[in-house]
């Protein structure tokens, strides 16, 4: 029987807290009150000096997992390869900062921290009898543009089946089962000057069920005539290769995966007023993975925010909290 | 895409030193959306009516104690530039921006760890000098 739970990353609230309209405390209240019972944190954004917080700051943290009694469940973890300008860090200089964060997961109370996609897999097996000592698992995050057919992503699944161990794994980040081209994006960047005829080609494609990145990888890169004919302008030249990060691939592609993951980002453009996402389907991934026997959290992951039309107000509380009574009313019909 | 978090509104003043006008700074948010070390930064740029600044005239802070040239913050990776705190920028200047209104320019870029190209936001504001 699977157990799958709800979980909010604090990243879909990252506008109340830049503007300082929530504090850290004011947000995992929130979260609390939407009834979630797990929360994601990417510590270098709400946890000052990470991955070397002070204790204070640590504390802090703990208090209000202990005053939410919220499952302090993943850390979003970042490698900072390009530290310098001049030069990418050197092997053991990956290890040493990976290792530091894998402490201060502990000293918050996590288990689980995901790496961003890129990660070199050769970070791996030198961490793992740091995990095995504070007891925390590193996964790979799988997110769209950047997945299943990507060199690193795909080095780094391999190095994952390879050392077959609780402590590595996968994130699956629900931007690469996009039915629809996000609309909230196709309004904010024709707002910003590129043309209605570049997301009407990128529609068709999802209508005939594939995606842009697909067909760009498909072409070896090169535009097929149709989308030559959209592009008006230079800029939609330029801007197309942006709009790759919205795959539509079948849940299947996760069958031989299934041991490996750990945590899903439940993506969020926009819920609409009837209910579903408008480019996800997330009441049939749920079932999926109910049915592949999923044990682990579906955690909120609202982008929407990046679109936000000037002058129009932020929707972050109000999309989580529409997305969390979504999930919620799913997971009910599942398990009664 | 970060052009929202770039020169935060009302931020831009002249600066004064032992009673010398000694340019003018403002404030700027990150354009990313968590914390990087100061050396992450892959570029400040100013234009002040259209007049770009040259880039050895900027200074960059985030205490207002210690600041650095652009090119001195490509090695600084002790100090953290926090998601919610702001990047002081100041251009050296004598005599600052003169009395009125002006439009200043900022443009920051920061390096991230996954995407090949910097994440940049411009954001050009009027300015009034008192």
Redesign the interface.
Known sequence: MSDIKACVSLYSLQDEYLNKRMSLSDIMHFVKEQGAEGVEILPDQMIKGSPYASDEEIANWNKLVEETSLTPVIADVFLNTNLYKNRTLTKKECIELLTAEIIQAHKMGIHLIRLVSMVPYWVLEPLMPVCEKYDVALAIEVHAAMAFDVQATKEFLDEVKRLDSKYAGIVIDTGIFCRRFPRVVRAYETNNGTSPQVFDYIDTLFEKGTDLHAVLLENHFQYPPELEAACQTEHDKMFVPLCDGYENLPFEVLDEYMPYIYHFHFKLFEMTEEGPEYSMDYKALLQYLHEHDYHGYVSTEYEGNRFTLPGTPMQEKKQVAMQQAYIQKCLKEIYG | ??D??VFIADSCKNVEENGNVIGYEMKT?ITY?????L??V?YVKVAADGEEVPAEDIRISLDQEDWFTLKEA??V?TY?W???EPLYVRVLKEGGLSKGTHKVKLTVAT????IPVPLEGIKEREVEIA
Not at chain 2, 111 to 114: G, K, L, W
């Open positions: 895409m970060f929202n978090n948010n959306y968590r914390g990087i070390p050396s992450m892959e490509e090695t990776t953290k926090e998601y919610g390096r991230t760890a996954y």
